[in-house]
Structure formats: structure tokens, C-alpha cells
């Protein structure tokens, strides 16, 4: 974790520090981010993930309109596709998810860290 305070610590002068943790699972690494006071986009595309990551962000008292954690994807082109895990244990299911292009342009307007 310390790359992610390492950066926090570099970017408090402007207060500009924003965090992107693509595949944030539970949100450990988005959790570390908040609190060292970056601004976070968690993009978790399984469902359960997603919602223990909402579920720790409230226990922790870190919704503060500084993280945006999002249950999808991100990938070279929009479309379908399949993720898979290895069991149905929660964390561990296959998921059909969503991804959409962010570097098309429309990024800035669909995306506010």
C-alpha cells in the first residue's frame, strides 16, 4: 500500500490525486486511497465484489463524494464479454459484464472522480 500513500503524499499540494483500481475486488486498495485522501474510481465487474466494496466504504465511513465505485468493466472496445472464476464461492462466480471505451473522448462527461 505504500505506492498508494506515496503517491497521496506527492499530490497534496494541489489536491488533485485521484486513484483508478481497475479489478478492485473488495475495494482494499480503493479504501487505502480515500483515506490518504485521493479521489477513487473502483471498477469492480463482479456483482458481489461490488457490493462488499459499498458495504466497506459505509462500515468505514469513507462516502464521502470521493470515491465512485462502479460494478462493470473496462476494455479496449464496448461489448460483452465473460469473466470467470475458478467457483461459485462469492467473489469466485462467472459474471457476464459490460465494458465500455474510456479513451473514446466521452470519458470526461460519464466519468466525474
Avoid at 465484489?49 to 476494455?75: E, T, W
Avoid at 460483452?80 to 469466485?92: E, S
Amino acid at each position: 500500500m505504500a505506492f498508494i500513500e506515496a503517491a497521496a503524499e506527492d499530490n497534496k499540494e494541489n489536491g488533485s490525486a485521484a486513484f483508478i483500481d481497475v479489478g478492485a475486488c473488495v475495494g482494499t486498495y480503493t479504501m487505502v486511497a480515500v483515506a490518504n485522501g485521493m479521489r477513487v474510481l473502483a471498477v469492480e465487474p463482479g456483482a458481489r465484489n461490488h457490493a462488499r466494496i459499498s458495504d466497506n466504504l459505509r462500515l468505514n465511513g469513507l462516502l464521502d463524494g470521493k470515491v465512485y465505485a462502479c460494478c462493470g468493466a473496462v476494455g479496449a472496445a464496448d461489448g460483452f464479454g465473460w469473466l470467470y472464476y475458478a467457483d461459485l464461492r462469492p467473489g469466485a462466480a462467472g459474471h457476464r459484464v459490460s465494458a465500455e471505451r474510456v479513451d473514446d473522448g466521452t470519458a470526461k462527461e460519464r466519468v466525474k472522480v
